[in-house]
């Protein structure tokens, strides 16, 4: 029962933010189409931002709220000065920007900050532990599934109850149909990337808090992972990047613990064997989305 | 008027381009010293250090270690009395590249070859100086297959072997500490990381310890809830746990290993050498860590340190954080000395001039043995213990009979 609590409460952790990041990648590329390959470095920018700001006096959670907000900042300007002037051009433009804007990001961190590890402050609240049916968990891993859980409930209240939410997902679903309503592209459009770096911004938070450290590099990990869960989960539904990205975490959480030793360095062959498997059997992925 | 709009914003994109351009060559470039081709009254060391990557935190310190030394050897009139030109070309942590840019290095006329600090990552930048008979060295490359026997005759590493480094964190470990079992987590990215636990397992067994369990772990993973949980359900507490891993996740296993109130003292290798990692534990969780690494920045550490980390202040108006700084510094450095012994920079003759000679460095003595027993570097290591997010250095360790490679 113990073992059981544990997994269920590693992998819900470890899900959330696997959800998260998925929802952020999956939100823009419903619009737009577009894999934003620089939606990593949102999650190093948070970073670097709370680096800069740990010797100043700020609480803690002003400069987590601070870093959060400067992913979102981060996401629009790259939206408003790289993607925008190629976006009428290609799609193929736009994916090789994404590129660029991510190589151009995580050298400036390298040029002017540093190619090794820096420090990000965590709160003493994130080292502290708590007993759960005989396990200590981290505090921080529940708050990881608290946060999560309650932003994926404001961000469904919000693309349901909303004008900018209906706009959102009327523009996923049929984005040219969406135009000739009336719906603003660029506004739209920008709205997505700022929710898409908020939701970087925030896993930031608790992604960079389990290594205390944050390096130009942290990115790729987030990228990947927001990646793969949005293809299983599926790409053009919103759910199914939240999905997927719970899927993942679970089916990397239960490798880990249950590979025996001499086939764990093989766990990442399993773990995409069984994506490989789903998407046999749904190709569109685990939920599929309209249009 | 719209001409002239396009025209604007077409020469305003090419200066944009031109600026990452330019931003892009100091980080591959980072040329040293004068940037002229290379003359006859030149001496010109090619590095293939990655400063980009996973590598990076490892190779960018040495490189400025190395900056360091080029500059004090070409004041006190170079070697073999010719000024010394350092160029590094990124190698980006890709095997690939760092091979790529030593061959270019070579084409550009390079003398010898700085290679990157890791077999797995630098391995290619001594195949191709082999290829072109030039030495090769690694600043810190401690795989116990940087050597001649997998690079060639004419390959070294200025690191101890992970024989050494293995061997004298498991003396330490049961010798001095008293420790009797040993549990152990490798992570299997890289050669380093896996022989550097399979010699402290090997060198701990070898004195009579015990080893509980070996677990595995991948760099990367970012998810070590697995392993923790294994520790955490033993039925014995070992009295140690040995933890061969690399930045960053280095960071995340130690750091959740404390954070669960796990406090029983760990141990590792040089890759624990970093002040992120010191920084990142802070006073909570730096406490009870212990590992072997080079050397440690502190004057009489070693002869010559205090003239080091003046000069290294002087250059990069800084004081080193890590002892990899002390790495590039001593792989120049041989490579100055062996020069001038040999009195020429052909490969075959430094070669053999390097196996002949003890080097005095700022990591301790260095002794190799001859290509046909594979350039076996003997060393000690530098023991360094980290209590309250501080380190101090303990003591030069060199370990009875370590294991064979």
New interface residues.
Partial sequence: MG?FT?LLI?GLS?GSLYALMALGLVIVYGILRLVNFAYGEYIMVAGYTLFLLSPSPLPWLVMAVVAAVMAAVMSYLTERIAFRPVREKSLTAMLITSFAVST?L???A??FV??????VPTPGIF?E?VIIAG????V?EILAIVVSVALLIGFSILLRKTILGIALRAAADKFTMTRMLGVPANLVISAAFVISGLLAGIVAIF?LG????V????GL?PLLVAFVSTVIGGMRSLSGAVVGGYVLAFV??IF??LLP?DL??F??AFIFTIVILILLFRPEGLVRGRG | MSNIRVTVRRRATAAFAQG?AF??G??TAGAFGAPTAAAQEELFIGGALS????Q??LD??TLRGAQVAVEALNEEGGILGKQIRFVNLDGKSDPATVGNVAVQLIEQGADMIVAPCDFDFGGPASRAAQNAGLVGISTCASSPLYGSAALGDKQFTASMWNTTMGAAAAEYAFKEKGWKTAYVVTD?FIDYTVTLSRYFIEHFENLGGTVI????Y?Q????F???L?RI?NLDEKPDVIFISSY???L??II??IR???IETPIMGGDSYD????F????E??GNDIWFVTHTYMKEGVAPGMADFLEKYEEVHGEAPDTSFTAMGWDTVMIMAKAAEKAGSTDGDKMADAMEEMTFDLLSGKLDYSSAEEGHYPYKEGALVELQNGETSFIGWMKPTNPPAP
Wanted: hydrophobic share 30%; proline share 7%.
């Fill in positions: 073992d544990y590693s470890l151009l995580q050298n400036a390298l040029l540093s190619p090794r590890a820096r420090v080292s532990t396990n200590v968990t981290p921080r992604w389990r290594t205390g450290s390096t130009p590099g942290i990990t990397t959480i880990n613990n030793g764990y360095e766990r990442e | 990452i931003g892009m100091i980080l400063l980009t990557g996973i990076a935190p960018e310190p299997t369990r070996e677990d595995k991948t990367g993973a970012q998810d809830s697995a392993q949980n955490q930045m960053p996740d960071g995340t750091r959740s954070e669960i109130g970093d002040t992120g990692l920084a990142a534990l802070g909570a969780h």
